[in-house]
Nanobody, 128 residues
Framework: QVQLVESGGGLVQTGGSLRLSCAGFGRTFSRYAMAWFRQAPGKEREFVAAIDRSGGITRYVDSVKGRFTISRDNAKNTGYLQMNSLKPEDTAVYSC?????????????????????WGQGTQVTVSS
């Protein structure tokens, strides 16, 4: 199995940027598709973005398209979420998730049930 550790969260003003990182430990990171989810207080966990094993296919929730970019560097065993033009409604705990399922398809990326491995989360707060 793989262990995931997020970093890069913090407090930023509206319109600012942050880059989240998700480091994978324990197994070959390139074997895992990964995704980012977020959960705001009092709300359900929400899919944000996903990327396949090679980094060639991505998917985003509509609310972040054009502002967020998911990427990965398999040589560094790390995935990223670049967040630009941040809004107060982006405030949440952001968690990365991964799956090594060989039958993984990007069409199923938005379901949290797709991912057996999760990080502990990192807080992102966007002030107005």
């Amino acid at each position: 199995q793989v262990q995931l550790v997020e970093s890069g969260g913090g407090l930023v003003q509206t319109g600012g940027s942050l880059r989240l990182s998700c480091a994978g430990f324990g197994r070959t990171f390139s074997r895992y598709a990964m995704a980012w989810f977020r959960q705001a207080p009092g709300k359900e966990r929400e899919f944000v973005a996903a990327i396949d094993r090679s980094g060639g296919i991505t998917r985003y929730v509509d609310s972040v398209k054009g502002r967020f970019t998911i990427s990965r560097d398999n040589a560094k065993n790390t995935g990223y979420l670049q967040m630009n033009s941040l809004k107060p409604e982006d405030t949440a705990v952001y968690s990365c998730a991964a799956t090594g399922d060989p039958d993984y398809r990007i069409s199923g990326a938005a379901s949290s049930r797709t991912y057996p491995y999760w990080g502990q989360g990192t807080q992102v707060t966007v002030s107005s």
